[in-house]
């Protein structure tokens, strides 16, 4: 929980913002106000190693205007990107995208959790929440994988599968569930990354990894904090506690045994410094990739199987 | 309406009544409002006899109901533990005590091996009136463990599904049961083995985006709840009332999620028959011979 003495991402957030007039100022008026800029750019400096964040906070960072989709990391760590499109039933959802890429010069196959940058966009790819299409699409997208031997990375950014009416229709259960079971007879290594929510059954759609890592200030959890808060408090308010009661962040779940590493993101948040974070993603996506590569198809479903089998809590006796 | 309901307002006494007990009383119907002699709503499957509303039953109701005689009950030695120290308005363990109180079984599951009308199974029951049927740790656990064990005997995994989805008090470690149990139910296909799940009422949230929906045969109860998002947050989401009979089982076959629907009373013929034929195993004897002399009759009668 906060203390109040320790600085807050809204602390380092006020003194950005006055570092940035003040910057702002010594450009337009040609003064020279180093002597007053310097002091204030080391505590800056000095904060951000304090800074210690709350799970709410890094909820909020998970969520701020500007973090990165899954499209701005793919521009800057993959090369030559086919967006393929259709589930070839019946539409193609925009929410998860995805086709074959060079990442960091080795072939993959990408499936992508993309929640829009701009009002329309977000619109058009509903904030990032699938309907039963997007699911669909990706188990298509993994037949391909198998098929041509392309190793699977997927880019987890969703609050969860989209709660529509339509989606209920055309079986957003099922096809959560049959894009599981798809993943797991996959033959080819899988890498899974958190870049920013990990909402529930519609995150671990595409969370099936050999390797499962997490960016720092992401979360992932069974529910939402809202939802969660709704449920226990009839208050959706209450997501902060929600979101410590559920402890989704991170650390948490390294802690649980449910990533495999924590990718870390710039001070700040990843949106500070879209290619420091980018690069940290696309080093530790290539060096899992690479480390997997020495193994046999036997062993990448078999080792898949083993890591999900053994994730609980329970005694016995 | 859950059926230790039902029990207890007629005699408030009677509280709580056991599970396997059948008290000699009568009820009133919840949706016809007529009134039900209890044993003969038990000897009818917990099917009204006059609107046929299908009860909520309690895992071992289920059992009694599904399979030919008691269970060589498996679960019950894995029990859940409070990982996550989770607390919202009272504490995971107190919440968890209190589920145990109710039922008598550590967790929402139970799981064993039996028989449905001759034919051999095992068996995975979800208990509703355990903590809303919730899927946590021992629930995957044991689920897992079931469909393991069944494809190493060689026998078929009937799954009885009723929950309202995952258990949050063990939030990310619960979500990834639905993993689990998906991986696990690997080895019944590995060896040909049937996997039938019956979605009862209700089914919803992570169950429903797992197990209970890619078995090989999907039989749905009249009138049960099914679909992965909970019809409040649906309403909440488009802000328009839902259509009648939204989520409900014959919704789902109408399009094209469910196998059958199938009449609780009607369940172990049904059940038997298809994992007959699917493990081809011959139609027993006494069925064959109802059938030929039914065949004959047929003959005579042009
Ligand atoms: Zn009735």
Redesign the interface.
């Known amino acids: 929980m906060s203390s109040p003495t320790r600085p807050t991402a809204e602390t380092l957030r006020t003194l950005e913002a006055h570092i940035r007039d003040l910057e702002g100022t010594a450009l337009s008026s040609g003064q020279n106000l180093d002597a007053a800029l310097s002091p204030l750019r080391e505590q800056l400096e000095r904060l951000r190693g304090q800074v210690s964040l709350s799970r709410w906070e890094r909820v909020q960072l998970a969520r701020i205007a500007g973090r990165p989709t899954a499209l701005e990391y793919v521009e800057r760590l993959t090369s030559e990107f086919v967006e393929l499109h259709g589930d070839r039933t019946f539409g193609d959802d925009q929410a998860l995208i995805g086709g074959p890429a060079r990442w960091q010069g080795r072939p993959v196959m990408l499936l992508l959790q993309q929640k829009g940058r701009d009002t329309k966009d977000k619109i058009r790819r509903r904030f990032g929440s699938s309907n039963p299409e997007g699911y669909r699409k990706a188990i298509r997208l993994m037949d391909l994988a198998d098929k041509f031997r392309l190793p699977v990375v997927a880019l987890i950014d969703t609050q969860g599968a989209y709660p529509g009416l339509e989606a209920e229709e055309r079986g957003q259960g099922w096809a959560i569930a049959q894009s599981i079971q798809r993943m797991s007879r996959l033959r080819v290594p899988t890498v899974c990354a958190v870049i920013g929510e990990g909402g529930s059954g519609g995150a671990l759609a595409i969370g099936i990894g050999n390797r499962v890592l997490i960016m720092e200030n992401a979360w992932y959890s069974v529910i939402s904090p809202e939802g969660a808060a709704s449920i226990i408090w009839k208050d959706s308010a209450k997501a902060p506690e929600a979101a410590e009661a559920l402890k989704l962040t991170a650390p948490d779940l390294l802690e649980m045994g449910i990533v495999e590493e924590i990718i870390p993101e710039p001070t700040g948040g990843a949106h500070l410094d879209i290619d420091a974070a980018a690069a940290a993603l696309g080093e530790a996506v290539s060096r899992h990739l690479d480390e997997l590569g020495t193994q046999s198809p036997d062993e990448w479903l078999s080792g898949r199987a083993a890591r999900f089998r053994k994730l609980g809590a329970f005694t016995e006796s | 309406m859950a059926l230790d309901k039902f029990f207890r307002r007629r005699r408030p006494q009677v509280n709580p009544v056991a599970e396997t007990e059948t008290p000699d009383l009568w009820g009133k119907c919840p949706q016809c409002k007529e009134n039900v002699y209890l044993r003969d709503l038990a000897a009818g499957a917990y099917v009204c006899p006059s609107c046929g509303l299908h009860h909520r039953l309690g895992a071992s109701r289920r059992a009694e109901v599904l399979c030919d005689s008691p269970l060589e009950q498996w679960s019950g ?5 409070d ?2 120290k ?4 009272e504490s995971y363990p107190e919440r968890l005590k209190r589920a145990q109180l109710k039922t008598g079984r550590p967790d929402a599951i139970l799981t064993g091996r039996g028989s449905i009308e001759g034919v051999d199974v095992v068996v995975a029951i979800m208990d509703f009136e355990f903590s809303g049927g919730s899927m946590g ?2 629930v ?2 044991e689920i ?1 463990r079931a469909a393991e064990r069944a494809a190493q005997m060689g026998l078929p995994l009937v799954l009885v599904a009723a929950s309202g989805g ?3 008090q ?11 149990t ?3 139910l ?1 080895a019944l296909s590995a060896r040909g083995l049937p996997y039938i799940s019956v979605l009862t009422d209700p089914t919803t ?2 169950v ?7 078995a090989d045969v999907i039989v749905a109860e009249p009138g049960a709840l099914i ?4 019809p409040r ?2 309403q909440q ?2 802000r328009q009332s ?2 009648e009979g ?2 409900r089982a014959e919704f789902l076959l109408e ?3 469910v196998d059958m629907i199938v009449d609780r009373r009607q369940q172990r013929s049904d059940l038997a028959k298809l994992l007959r034929l699917l493990m081809h195993q011959p139609v027993p004897v006494a069925q064959a011979q109802a059938a030929s002399s039914q065949a004959a009759s047929t003959q005579v009668a042009p």
């Open positions: 030695r894995v029990h859940p533990v990982a996550l989770f607390h919202d308005t740790s021992v995957g656990e897992a995952a258990r949050m063990e939030s990310a470690l619960s979500l990834m049961q639905m993993a689990k998906t991986i696990a690997e949230g992570g429903t985006a797992s197990f209970a929906t890619i679909g992965f998002a909970g947050v649906i989401t488009i839902l259509p939204f989520q399009h094209g999620m």
